[in-house]
């Protein structure tokens, strides 16, 4: 049985809730009709060009859910925190929050702002656990660690939008329907690596025997949605959904960790 107050795990079954819709919505987007490959003339090459374009942008509706995916994780490390002090001192310890560091020597600072004063109320065993899932101790940067990329997440949320990109799949691809003849360099099969943005030109070339209307070349687009480099560039290019679920899992651990001092 759980030791730690029901609304803690309260937030991180919301925060599921929200996931569970985001994939769904995300799902649906991906599989339908939102983006055409269109055949036209660079006029300034006169070469044939076959050009994508997004025909739905993708919602800031999904920045807001993956916000509050990320506040309501935070919010529940926090609480954690604020009730296990409730529980050791009695009373409230002003400035208490769960410690999310990527250096050693900030986490181990007792005074205001560091990370063993933000925890000072909580039990000697429950301190020690939270030092062995920092940042520092996860990563050699820790940089890279789940519960540092829900601290940017959650700070980002708060001042600006989460930005978010369409990043090709290896289940994309080009295919000619009829034979292509060409005159110079040509690039036929120019997928983008990575993030796959509107406009984005997928095949070009000069025809030998001058321009005409014919369909040379068919596409299959498969993209999935990725946080963008404008975002966090550590994680630039991951996975939206993967990347929560990895987050929330992150959390749950924390949680078995911090009850697992209090038994």
């Known amino acids: 049985m759980s030791v730690l107050a029901p609304a803690i795990y309260a937030r991180i079954a919301r925060a599921k809730e929200h996931l569970a819709s985001l994939k769904a ?51 529940s490390l926090d609480q954690a925190v604020y009730d296990l002090t409730i529980r050791e001192s009695g ?69 600006r939008t989460i930005h978010l990109c369409r990043r090709k799949t290896t289940g994309m691809e080009m295919r000619a329907v009829r034979d292509i003849t060409f005159t110079g360099n040509a690039d036929l099969f120019r997928l983008p ?20 209307d014919e369909v040379y070349m068919e596409a299959t687009i498969a993209f999935e949605i990725a946080f963008d480099d404008a975002t966090i560039p550590t994680i630039a290019g991951q996975p939206v959904i993967t990347t929560c679920e990895g987050i929330i899992t992150s959390v749950e651990r924390v949680m078995e960790l911090i009850e697992s001092t209090l038994s």
Do not use: M
């Open 91 to 159: 009373h409230p310890v002003e400035f208490s929050e769960f410690p999310i560091f990527t250096d050693r020597d900030r986490f181990k600072n007792t005074g205001k702002g560091g990370g063993l004063y933000k925890i000072r109320g909580v039990p000697p065993k429950t301190r020690e656990a939270i030092e062995r899932v920092q940042p520092f101790n996860v990563r050699s940067d820790g940089k890279e660690s789940l519960t540092w990329l829900l601290q940017e997440l959650s700070i980002i949320d708060k001042h």
């Open 25 to 75: 919505e995300i799902d649906a987007f991906c599989r339908r009709n939102a983006h055409e490959v269109r055949h036209e003339i660079d006029p300034e090459t006169a070469e044939k060009i076959v050009v994508y374009y997004a025909r739905e942008h993708i919602p800031v509706t999904w920045s807001i859910l993956i916000g509050e995916i990320a506040h309501n994780l935070r919010s």
């Open 193 to 212: 690596i990575g993030k796959l943005e509107d406009r984005a030109i997928l095949a070009r070339w000069k025809p030998a025997n001058g321009i005409d």
